[in-house]
């Protein structure tokens, strides 16, 4: 089984930077691919930001494509989302997911991935 646990979410004014974490643990962290998604109130869950198992490869929804950063550092079992230039409709909840790969390839979709976190809220205040 796999643990996903994320954090860095807070309260922050719009332009304001972020940067979210998210530990892994119970398998061997370089396996899985990973990424980020986002849930509003009342919306579906969306694809923000992947990383392949090595790091590199990395690709973004459109609209945080330039402002957000995936990185990962397999040594410390953790995927970093870095977030600048924050606007109110980055406001969500903050997920972090894995999936076991067998190849360094990036997935977009909800339904690829295995584990997920519990989450973690941002809002950006205008």
């Known amino acids: 089984q796999v643990q996903l646990v994320e954090s860095g979410g807070r309260l922050v004014q719009a332009g304001g930077s972020l940067r979210l974490s998210c530990v892994v643990s119970g398998r061997t962290f370089s396996n899985y691919a990973m990424g980020w998604f986002r849930q509003a109130p009342e919306k579906e869950r969306e694809f923000v930001a992947a990383i392949s198992r090595s790091g590199g490869r990395t690709n973004y929804a459109d609209s945080v494509k330039g402002r957000f950063t995936i990185s990962r550092d397999n040594a410390k079992n953790t995927v970093y989302l870095q977030m600048n230039g924050l606007k109110p409709e980055d406001t969500a909840g903050y997920y972090c997911?894995?999936?076991?790969?067998?190849?360094?390839?990036?997935?977009?979709?909800?339904?690829?991935?295995?584990?997920w976190g519990q989450g973690t809220q941002v809002t950006v205040s205008s």
């Open positions: 997911a894995a999936r076991y790969a067998t190849y360094s390839g990036v997935h977009y979709n909800v339904e690829e991935y295995d584990y």
